[in-house]
């Protein structure tokens, strides 16, 4: 039977109607199209020790954590072709990835999916926040600060990494990815521009910038449950937080995660974001949920007033995993929204973007140096809150949650094609790289054993160095070669192979008690229809990434290849699978700014990248296959560790653990924007890390006496901070600290602590305590 419209009007409305209905869903995230993967994706927390544990990424001996500013997660996606190949994609919270990690992971995947998951088709990046626990690499030069191997960084890794795929694995179903890019203008700055500058003026003038400012992002939909996940890339370096912070902190790309990741339970699908949803900058979820309880404050007031502190008591790790608030509202059938902010190539992007001053004089810093009068310790850079480090992650850390949102909503190009993968793993120590002469022909050039230059001594304008170490040091001095040739002098043919660094730590010949720096580096491609994911084991500056994404496109897009065409998206995942330091450009490498300082395997290290990958890229375009090159080692047995494990925890006499030592004053009425302090009697963090569980929670009451989380280890506003009178002392506090935001409901809270104390003879008591009851009007 045909059907005919009886009328035009009648069409008008009837197709008027059919298009609304498409804009609604289109603009709700429900876009209209058949589901041609299998995605999955997972989320798990690997915050690790937050005490007594040196941070990883300023080197700074002094920066060791003392408390949670909020939590660490690895979070992963999978993407498969039904009956075909997968790849995996792994974030992680943590300065960068490690190659010890990797391969237990690797074991691990292959003892439970067999040949499924291996070092070939699973990429694992670090975000390289500078305020997470260090010791989890297995080579010396990176866990020296950290007194040696860290056992409870690595294990929280592993165990974090294989959950975070595991979930990813068993949420697969039928969905669509979705790719979307734009800039960012307000989120990095070049933090060596006289090292960009050397580059040359040809290749600069095809660039607006001196950093890359796009955001490339994707956005998975489940074909059941609409959005589940998105993961991006934006360069900018994770030292928001500085040198001097002891907070665990996923600085301002783990602040974007958590923002989105609120953002989006808040606001549901279809939601745009707007100022409001937003209110004062930190997106909120939880206090929405709950009612407004009380308009009376003195109703308040007498509530509060009928909760007093209760004593410290004993608790089980079940009772503060149950208690938190993310945990709490998860529904049990529906995936969580996953969204990670990942690295790309930003060895010389800052996210201190208000630039470098000197801090005794205000002025800025020496421009070719990075100095003040002549002094490299007095130079810092100053993010967009400056003074306020916390603001400053804050700010940054919302620049690229709203870039992210704005393209999350508008993303409307759907990936199609293959999944794909090519891994190869490369000796980076004595390479021979072909490079093209300017006259005609070819040249052969060779990579050289690790090696750091004095500038690397220098640090940053993130985070300075000390003594007489300055950037752009081509020379070195004699008392530092002095120092260096105790540890190992380096022979002619390095000192040539390195020219013009001067080599202050030759660390690839250096080999007691192990191995000091890598040699074997991992380089992989994934490619998931028309987006290429290049996993690169460094710090790309922002030239080196440019020119290693255009080799790669050139690659694909040549010999007439109908798999790819200009619509081919080509993105860096930098710090992934294991770390190796920096690249630069041959140019920026010839200033010997710390960036080329650090660049190990010498001038032509950039070229050898691009050389190795253009073979990647080469088969993958055709389809053939790649050596695996050889394995790089396993140095697990051989770790050295000189951290002290935790001895006991005590308390003064007649005084429980979970006690307050310090309690909220008695009638208290706060408001948004106030802070709220409450101090416990606690143990060392270290006796339990409450992975996926909370050392701080807030409470709202509900009703005559139940109590709701509200926040927790995990909220951006709350701040657990552990501290002890002296370094051997087995007494403790943790201060709570909790800044009101604006969309805080009004009512009645307390504050919690949950922690875990250990015996003489190390046995593990769970605890928990509670401040007295307070007003928030």
């Given at each position: 039977?045909?059907?005919?419209?009886?009328?035009?009007?009648?069409?008008?409305?009837?197709?008027?109607?059919?298009?609304?209905?498409?804009?609604?869903?289109?603009?709700?995230?429900?876009?209209?199209?058949?589901?041609?993967?299998?995605?999955?994706?997972?989320?798990?927390?690997?915050?690790?020790?937050?005490?007594?544990?040196?941070?990883?990424?300023?080197?700074?001996?002094?920066?060791?954590?003392?408390?949670?500013?909020?939590?660490?997660?690895?979070?992963?996606?999978?993407?498969?072709?039904?009956?075909?190949?997968?790849?995996?994609?792994?974030?992680?919270?943590?300065?960068?990835?490690?190659?010890?990690?990797?391969?237990?992971?690797?074991?691990?995947?292959?003892?439970?999916?067999?040949?499924?998951?291996?070092?070939?088709?699973?990429?694992?990046?670090?975000?390289?926040?500078?305020?997470?626990?260090?010791?989890?690499?297995?080579?010396?030069?990176?866990?020296?600060?950290?007194?040696?191997?860290?056992?409870?960084?690595?294990?929280?890794?592993?165990?974090?990494?294989?959950?975070?795929?595991?979930?990813?694995?068993?949420?697969?179903?039928?969905?669509?990815?979705?790719?979307?890019?734009?800039?960012?203008?307000?989120?990095?700055?070049?933090?060596?521009?006289?090292?960009?500058?050397?580059?040359?003026?040809?290749?600069?003038?095809?660039?607006?910038?001196?950093?890359?400012?796009?955001?490339?992002?994707?956005?998975?939909?489940?074909?059941?449950?609409?959005?589940?996940?998105?993961?991006?890339?934006?360069?900018?370096?994770?030292?928001?937080?500085?040198?001097?912070?002891?907070?665990?902190?996923?600085?301002?790309?783990?602040?974007?995660?958590?923002?989105?990741?609120?953002?989006?339970?808040?606001?549901?699908?279809?939601?745009?974001?707007?100022?409001?949803?937003?209110?004062?900058?930190?997106?909120?979820?939880?206090?929405?949920?709950?009612?407004?309880?009380?308009?009376?404050?003195?109703?308040?007031?007498?509530?509060?007033?009928?909760?007093?502190?209760?004593?410290?008591?004993?608790?089980?790790?079940?009772?503060?995993?149950?208690?938190?608030?993310?945990?709490?509202?998860?529904?049990?059938?529906?995936?969580?929204?996953?969204?990670?902010?990942?690295?790309?190539?930003?060895?010389?992007?800052?996210?201190?973007?208000?630039?470098?001053?000197?801090?005794?004089?205000?002025?800025?810093?020496?421009?070719?140096?990075?100095?003040?009068?002549?002094?490299?310790?007095?130079?810092?850079?100053?993010?967009?809150?400056?003074p306020d480090e916390f603001e400053s992650t804050r700010i940054i850390g919302e620049r690229q949650f709203r870039k992210a949102v704005d393209l999350f909503n508008t993303a409307s190009e759907k990936l199609n094609g293959k999944v794909e993968y090519r891994h190869s793993f490369v000796d980076f120590s004595h390479l021979e790289v072909t490079l093209p002469k300017k006259?005609?022909?070819?040249?052969?050039?060779?990579?050289?054993?690790?090696?750091?230059?004095?500038?690397?001594?220098?640090?940053?304008?993130?985070?300075?160095?000390?003594?007489?170490?300055?950037?752009?040091?081509?020379?070195?001095?004699?008392?530092?070669?002095?120092?260096?040739?105790?540890?190992?002098?380096?022979?002619?043919?390095?000192?040539?192979?390195?020219?013009?660094?001067?080599?202050?730590?030759?660390?690839?010949?250096?080999?007691?008690?192990?191995?000091?720096?890598?040699?074997?580096?991992?380089?992989?491609?994934?490619?998931?229809?028309?987006?290429?994911?290049?996993?690169?084991?460094?710090?790309?500056?922002?030239?080196?990434?440019?020119?290693?994404?255009?080799?790669?496109?050139?690659?694909?897009?040549?010999?007439?290849?109908?798999?790819?065409?200009?619509?081919?998206?080509?993105?860096?995942?930098?710090?992934?699978?294991?770390?190796?330091?920096?690249?630069?450009?041959?140019?920026?490498?010839?200033?010997?700014?710390?960036?080329?300082?650090?660049?190990?395997?010498?001038?032509?290290?950039?070229?050898?990248?691009?050389?190795?990958?253009?073979?990647?890229?080469?088969?993958?375009?055709?389809?053939?296959?790649?050596?695996?090159?050889?394995?790089?080692?396993?140095?697990?047995?051989?770790?050295?560790?000189?951290?002290?494990?935790?001895?006991?925890?005590?308390?003064?006499?007649?005084?429980?653990?979970?006690?307050?030592?310090?309690?909220?004053?008695?009638?208290?009425?706060?408001?948004?924007?106030?802070?709220?302090?409450?101090?416990?009697?606690?143990?060392?963090?270290?006796?339990?890390?409450?992975?996926?569980?909370?050392?701080?929670?807030?409470?709202?009451?509900?009703?005559?006496?139940?109590?709701?989380?509200?926040?927790?280890?995990?909220?951006?506003?709350?701040?657990?901070?552990?501290?002890?009178?002296?370094?051997?002392?087995?007494?403790?506090?943790?201060?709570?600290?909790w800044r009101i935001p604006e969309p805080a409901s009004p009512g009645v809270y307390r504050i919690r602590h949950f922690g875990a104390a250990k015996g003489l003879l190390g046995s593990i008591r769970h605890f928990t305590g509670s401040s007295s009851a307070f007003a928030v009007t």
């Amino acid at each position: 039977m045909e059907f005919f419209l009886p009328n035009l009007c009648f069409q008008r409305s009837f197709w008027f109607l059919i298009s609304l209905v498409f804009l609604l869903l289109l603009n709700s995230g429900l876009v209209l199209s058949d589901p041609n993967y299998l995605i999955g994706l997972g989320s798990y927390d690997i915050t690790g020790p937050a005490a007594d544990v040196n941070m990883m990424g300023y080197a700074n001996t002094e920066q060791i954590a003392s408390g949670i500013h909020f939590r660490l997660r690895a979070r992963s996606f999978i993407v498969a072709q039904p009956q075909g190949n997968r790849v995996v994609f792994v974030n992680l919270d943590a300065c960068m990835a490690s190659q010890l990690v990797t391969i237990k992971v690797i074991e691990r995947l292959k003892a439970r999916y067999g040949e499924l998951y291996t070092e070939n088709n699973v990429a694992i990046s670090g975000i390289h926040t500078h305020a997470g626990p260090g010791g989890y690499l297995q080579y010396v030069v990176y866990i020296v600060t950290s007194l040696g191997f860290v056992r409870q960084s690595f294990d929280v890794l592993v165990d974090g990494i294989e959950k975070c795929i595991i979930q990813a694995h068993e949420n697969l179903h039928p969905g669509s990815i979705f790719v979307n890019k734009g800039e960012i203008l307000d989120a990095g700055v070049n933090r060596s521009p006289s090292g960009y500058l050397n580059n040359p003026a040809e290749e600069r003038s095809k660039y607006k910038y001196d950093v890359d400012k796009e955001m490339t992002l994707l956005k998975f939909v489940d074909a059941e449950w609409g959005p589940v996940g998105s993961f991006n890339w934006f360069a900018t370096h994770g030292t928001s937080m500085s040198r001097t912070n002891s907070l665990i902190s996923g600085d301002n790309k783990g602040a974007a995660a958590r923002f989105m990741e609120d953002w989006f339970e808040h606001n549901g699908i279809g939601n745009s974001y707007s100022d409001e949803s937003l209110a004062d900058g930190i997106p909120r979820r939880v206090s929405n949920i709950i009612p407004d309880l009380h308009d009376n404050h003195h109703e308040l007031l007498e509530l509060a007033s009928s909760f007093q502190s209760s004593p410290g008591r004993p608790a089980t790790k079940i009772l503060s995993v149950a208690r938190r608030v993310r945990g709490a509202l998860r529904q049990a059938d529906k995936p969580g929204f996953v969204s990670a902010f990942c690295q790309s190539n930003c060895g010389d992007v800052s996210p201190n973007v208000l630039g470098a001053f000197c801090i005794d004089t205000g002025l800025p810093c020496d421009f070719n140096h990075s100095t003040c009068g002549g002094k490299n310790e007095l130079c810092y850079g100053r993010g967009p809150g400056y003074p306020d480090e916390f603001e400053s992650t804050r700010i940054i850390g919302e620049r690229q949650f709203r870039k992210a949102v704005d393209l999350f909503n508008t993303a409307s190009e759907k990936l199609n094609g293959k999944v794909e993968y090519r891994h190869s793993f490369v000796d980076f120590s004595h390479l021979e790289v072909t490079l093209p002469k300017k006259g005609g022909g070819s040249e052969v050039v060779k990579t050289c054993p690790a090696a750091m230059g004095f500038a690397f001594a220098a640090g940053t304008t993130d985070g300075p160095g000390a003594f007489d170490f300055k950037q752009g040091d081509d020379q070195g001095n004699a008392f530092w070669r002095l120092v260096r040739n105790l540890l190992k002098t380096p022979g002619k043919e390095q000192v040539d192979c390195q020219h013009p660094k001067p080599i202050l730590l030759d660390t690839g010949e250096m080999k007691k008690p192990y191995d000091w720096a890598p040699s074997i580096l991992p380089i992989q491609i994934l490619r998931i229809g028309q987006l290429v994911i290049l996993s690169v084991p460094g710090e790309f500056t922002t030239m080196a990434g440019r020119r290693l994404r255009d080799a790669v496109k050139t690659v694909l897009m040549s010999g007439g290849n109908k798999e790819f065409n200009s619509n081919v998206h080509v993105v860096i995942a930098g710090l992934t699978n294991t770390y190796s330091q920096y690249v630069t450009t041959f140019e920026e490498y010839e200033m010997q700014r710390y960036e080329g300082a650090s660049t190990l395997f010498g001038p032509h290290t950039l070229s050898a990248y691009i050389q190795e990958f253009k073979k990647l890229a080469t088969a993958l375009a055709t389809g053939h296959s790649v050596e695996p090159g050889p394995q790089p080692p396993d140095l697990l047995n051989e770790q050295i560790s000189l951290l002290t494990p935790v001895v006991m925890d005590a308390t003064p006499r007649g005084v429980h653990f979970g006690d307050c030592s310090s309690d909220v004053p008695q009638n208290s009425t706060f408001k948004r924007g106030d802070t709220v302090t409450v101090v416990f009697w606690s143990a060392c963090p270290r006796n339990d890390l409450m992975t996926e569980g909370t050392f701080s929670l807030v409470e709202i009451l509900q009703g005559k006496d139940s109590w709701f989380p509200a926040y927790d280890d995990d909220d951006f506003c709350l701040r657990f901070k552990w501290s002890r009178p002296s370094k051997l002392s087995t007494r403790s506090h943790a201060t709570i600290e909790w800044r009101i935001p604006e969309p805080a409901s009004p009512g009645v809270y307390r504050i919690r602590h949950f922690g875990a104390a250990k015996g003489l003879l190390g046995s593990i008591r769970h605890f928990t305590g509670s401040s007295s009851a307070f007003a928030v009007t």
